[in-house]
């Protein structure tokens, strides 16, 4: 049996530095002002969501060749595009020429991208291909125009399974190196085998992206907020774990794979005993991703702010192996989706409070549970120091 809590080194040699000390818990966390002031946001355009590498959406949201797709980063507007060959690439979503919002709803275009102001046209690889008129009537240009550098602006885009990251810096360490604590935690899960379900739960609540973030890494609340979750998964069944400086884990040790008639989903190969039956593991990825390993299913959730008070969810899943996606197979399939969608429910409830408590001249940024809240505090940290603040 793990010692829940007490795994941090346990599970993680030689991670000892990474360790927090129960003195830090004494520090407040962030103030009022991080989750309520444009300032802050703008802040974290140009620090948390600049210079580290952020998931903006998945590769099977434009699967086939010449497939466009619109993403935000923190009220940034990007383009994922697919080329003729297959590459995936990200460009900043704005026209060259009077800075049009080039792709508003994602598409298949067939021959090139184009604007539909003046109808500049760009190739799939963001190069720029034509200007109607642009030097005057029946005249597409003009002496000293450079048209190279009118291409798209395009942006570092990698992937990891089907999950696409951006890095607007350019200055990053590799995505690999970002990830390799996350890879090496869950190596034991053959994570290929995963197929994505139609299915998804998108929303916008009104509370700030790092409190949905905070919220995930902490099973604190559990027992008061989710009832129903509890009663298969209980606080204490709850363990944390180290991911490497940038991220941070929890775990359960009680997790039941939904039954239907006796019957329930394949789950990953390869797992040890206890794994295949009970564990569940959470990381949250600095800074908007969430992951969830489960025996029979991975969850994807990803916040983006669209203002302080303001924020975009989106919740994927994916099941193992073909098998499991049959039609005989969506009962079983939508019941962790349902799941996940109550408990959300639940925890926006939440969320939305904390954002109208951070209103109050008296919240002084609060304080942790040096067992229970390693996780939020950790996060904070990464945002302070990212910010700068
Ligand atoms: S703004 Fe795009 S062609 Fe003019
Ligand atoms: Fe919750």
Excluded at 112 to 122: G, K, M, N, Q
Aim: charged residues 25%; aromatic residues 12%.
């Amino acid at each position: 049996m793990v010692d829940p809590y007490g795994s941090y080194q346990e599970s993680n040699p030689g991670t000892e530095s990474a360790v927090i000390h129960l003195d830090d818990y004494r520090q407040p966390g962030l103030p009022a002002e991080a989750y309520t002031s444009d300032r802050y946001l703008q802040q974290e355009r140009e620090t948390v969501f600049k210079q580290y590498w952020v998931c903006v959406g998945l590769a099977s949201d434009a699967p086939n060749p010449g497939d466009v797709y619109p993403v935000e980063v923190a009220g940034m507007p990007l383009v994922l595009v697919r080329d003729r060959a297959g590459t995936l690439r990200a460009f900043h979503n704005v026209c060259s020429h009077r800075g049009l919002q080039l792709v508003k709803t994602s598409c298949n275009v067939q021959g090139s991208l184009r604007c539909p102001y003046h109808s500049w046209t760009y190739k799939l690889d963001g190069k720029l291909r034509s200007t109607p008129h642009f030097g005057g009537y029946y005249k597409d240009t003009y002496e000293g125009f450079d048209r190279d550098s009118k291409g798209l602006q395009s942006i570092r885009c990698e992937q990891w399974l089907d999950l696409v990251f951006v890095n607007l810096s350019g200055d990053a360490p590799p995505l690999e190196e970002y990830l390799q604590p996350v890879r090496d935690r869950w190596a034991t899960y053959d994570l290929d085998q995963l197929r994505r379900e139609p299915r998804e739960v998108g929303l916008t609540c009104n509370a700030n992206w790092k409190l949905a973030v905070e919220n995930f890494s902490e099973s604190y609340h559990l027992t008061w907020v989710h009832p129903a979750l509890n009663s298969c998964s209980r606080m204490e069944d709850h363990f944390g774990f180290d991911v490497g400086d940038m991220h941070v884990g929890q775990g359960s040790l009680l997790y039941t794979r939904g039954e239907i008639e006796g019957r329930s989903l394949p789950t990953l190969p390869n797992l040890e005993a206890h794994q295949k039956e009970t564990v569940a593991e959470y990381i949250t990825v600095f800074p908007n991703l969430m992951l969830g390993v489960h025996p029979d299913y991975f969850l994807v959730f990803m916040v983006n702010p669209l203002s302080p008070g303001k924020t975009q969810e989106r919740m994927t899943f994916y099941f193992v192996g073909d098998e499991s996606m049959t039609p005989e197979n969506e009962a079983l399939r939508h019941l962790p989706i349902d799941l996940w969608q109550d408990t959300n429910d639940e925890d926006i409830e939440m969320i939305e409070r904390l954002q109208v408590g951070r209103q109050s001249p008296r919240f002084d940024g609060g304080c942790f549970s040096p067992e229970l809240e390693q996780t939020v505090y950790r996060f904070q940290q990464r945002v302070a120091q990212a910010v700068g603040e």
